[in-house]
């Protein structure tokens, strides 16, 4: 059993956007999810985040034993609802503006995070995710994974965030997995 960790500490490597927006995403370094109105509340937004792990050594068809996402959430509002996707790619790229963010394909796999508090770590089983992801045709050991997280509802106000990185600031990835043993020929000489 081989264990991945990583900690989010590159610039763009977490980001977030508002939804239909563009040019440009809207921070880097953060992740930053929101629901609300704008002015007289007849346009709805909501902001959502992606979380970029790199260089993953998990081959394709790979055992995974568990996956967690796990965010400390530095600041809170109201009562957010999020769910969080993979990058539904094989090999998942830096979110360069708003409307990539918007109009990533996300996997069928996703899950609803559950409550957030402040000042605690957020562990998201993604383990059905990671599955997905990995199991796609052009997956390879050393691609990229992306979470993306999206306001699925709530009231105007309700946000969640975190800045990185700092020490008990992070955005951190854990996966027990198993790769696939290469197969031995046995020949038998008489």
């Known amino acids: 059993m081989s264990t991945f960790n990583q900690s989010i500490t590159a610039t763009n490597n977490a980001c977030f956007w508002l939804y239909d927006e563009d040019p440009g995403v809207q921070g880097s370094n953060k992740f930053y999810v929101q629901h609300g109105y ?38 809170q509002s109201g009562s957010p609802v999020t ?16 409307y990539d963010g918007s109009t990533r394909v996300r996997t069928t796999a996703n899950v609803d995070p559950g409550t957030y508090v402040v000042t605690e770590t957020k562990n998201i089983n993604v383990k059905g995710i990671v599955e997905e992801i990995i199991a796609r045709t052009g997956w390879a050991a050393g691609n990229a ?46």
């Not at 007849?42 to 068809?61: M, V």
């Not at 509802?153 to 955005?171: E, I, K, S």
């Open 145 to 190: 994974m992306q979470f993306l997280i999206y306001s699925t509802g709530g009231v105007a106000g309700d946000y969640v965030q975190n800045d990185v990185p700092t020490t008990n600031d992070y955005l951190a990835l854990a996966i027990e997995y198993q790769n696939p043993t290469k197969g031995r020929t046995n020949i038998m000489i008489f």
């Open 38 to 75: 704008t002015g007289t509340g007849n346009y709805e937004y909501g902001y959502a985040s992606g979380l970029r792990f790199t260089s993953l050594p998990i081959t394709k068809g790979a055992i995974i034993t568990s996956a967690t996402l796990s965010i400390w959430i530095k600041l």
């Open 83 to 98: 769910l969080c996707f993979g990058d539904d790619a094989d090999n998942s790229a830096l979110i360069s503006s708003a």
